[in-house]
């Protein structure tokens, strides 16, 4: 069983920065993509921002050049750096993780592609 542990979430003042991190555990052959999502109330879950094993990183339009997504794949670890908070970021931000889980078998070794949620962690941008 794969787990997700956030961390970093808070209260902070408008223009501010926080920093969450992502720690994936488990039964884990390799990680695809780890990224960040965000629920704020009465509003969808959304992208915030996503990296992929190679590097390559996608962002919200609202939060491009503001928040920086970074990974460790040796850790399998995540994290989201966020500056010049505003109250619109409000939300819960879970992390998120597409990985290989590798089955070994009597005679044949089966792969397969699932995903995986935190629990979230509450961020309040707030005077």
């Known amino acids: 069983q794969v787990q997700l542990v956030e961390s970093g979430g808070g209260l902070v003042q408008p223009g501010g920065s926080l920093r969450l991190s992502c720690a994936a555990s488990?039964?884990?052959?390799?990680?695809?993509?780890m990224g960040w999502y965000r629920q704020a109330p009465g509003k969808q879950r959304e992208l915030v921002a996503s990296?992929?094993?190679?590097?390559?990183?996608t962002y919200a339009a609202s939060v491009k050049g503001r928040f920086t997504i970074s990974g460790d794949n040796a850790k399998n670890t995540v994290a989201l750096q966020m500056n010049n908070l505003n109250p619109e970021d409000t939300a819960v931000y879970y992390c998120?993780?597409?990985?290989?889980?590798?089955?070994?078998?009597?005679?044949?070794?089966?792969?397969?592609?699932?995903?995986?949620w935190g629990q979230g962690t509450l961020v309040t941008v707030s005077s």
């Open positions: 990296i992929i094993s190679g590097g390559t990183t």
């Open positions: 488990g039964s884990i052959f390799s990680i695809n993509v």
């Open positions: 998120n993780a597409h990985y290989i889980e590798e089955v070994v078998g009597r005679i044949l070794k089966r792969y397969n592609h699932l995903e995986v």
